[in-house]
Every structure is written in C-alpha cells, then in structure tokens.
C-alpha cells in the first residue's frame, strides 16, 4: 500500500497540474519505500535531488499559470511555495548528516503539506481556472 494514495478528492480540475501533483506523491511514496526498506542512505539522496528539482519546476509552472490567468491568490501561493522550498532544502541539508530520523520527519511533512496544499490552497484556483476555460 502506498503511503500517500492518491484520488479524485485531490483533483483541482486542471488536467496539467493534477498530472503534477500525481508525480509528486509519487516520488514522495518513492521517498518513504527507500525509507521501509533501508534503502534510505543510499537512494534518499537521489530521491530527494530529483524531488526538489520537480517541486521547483511544478512551483514554477504554476505560478506561470495562475499569473497569467491574473489569479486574485497569485501572490500568496508564490508565497506558500517559497516557504516549503525553504524548509524542504533545510530537510536536503540535514539528510547528509542526521539521516534516517530526518528521512522520517521529511516524508511526514511532504505528505502532511503537499496534501494539505493541494487540497486546500490549490482547489481554490481550480474553480477559477475553470471558469477561464483552462480544464
């Protein structure tokens, strides 16, 4: 079973961005398996490299989105986005030298916020995507 498993609940109804955040809880799962099997010191580092790399570019597509569309919360997703970019390179920065307790922690607050995120703060532009005809 998947520690994150994803379902229609989550859609913001944009194909694009749900398609993103399927990748993202994908390789948040992919994080916490390297974790179940004690595989973490050796792939966590990878995992995490290619997450943040993806994190940054969905961020980024995103908020190119939601600019464009002249979304009212345009600047205060930008914000929330800044902020888990920060705290999720501290996490990058401390896996080298706390390992697994850090890997633990790390898994639990992607999940935590990624969710949260998505189903809260990213519904909201959904409907207002929608309305501009982006589906």
């Known amino acids: 079973m ?3 498993e994803w379902n229609d609940s989550y859609s913001v109804g944009v194909k694009e961005m749900d398609d993103q955040h399927k990748k993202l809880v994908a390789m948040v ?3 916490h398996d390297a974790m179940k099997t004690g595989q973490a010191s050796k792939e966590a580092p990878a995992i995490l490299k290619g997450l943040v790399d993806y994190t940054h570019y ?3 597509a995103e908020e190119k989105m ?3 569309a002249v979304y009212p919360g345009f600047l205060n997703q930008q914000k929330l986005h800044k902020a888990l970019f920060a705290q999720v390179e ?3 920065a401390d896996l080298g030298t706390k390992s697994l307790t850090i890997g633990v922690k790390l898994s639990e607050f992607l ?3 990624l969710m949260t995120h998505i189903s809260v703060e990213d519904k909201k532009y ?3 995507m929608n309305e501009k005809g982006v589906h």
């Open 2 to 4: 998947a520690y994150i």
């Open 29 to 31: 799962n992919q994080l």
């Open 58 to 60: 969905h961020f980024e």
């Open 66 to 68: 939601l600019e464009k």
């Open 90 to 92: 501290q996490y990058q």
């Open 111 to 113: 999940k935590e916020w």
């Open 126 to 128: 959904g409907k207002f």
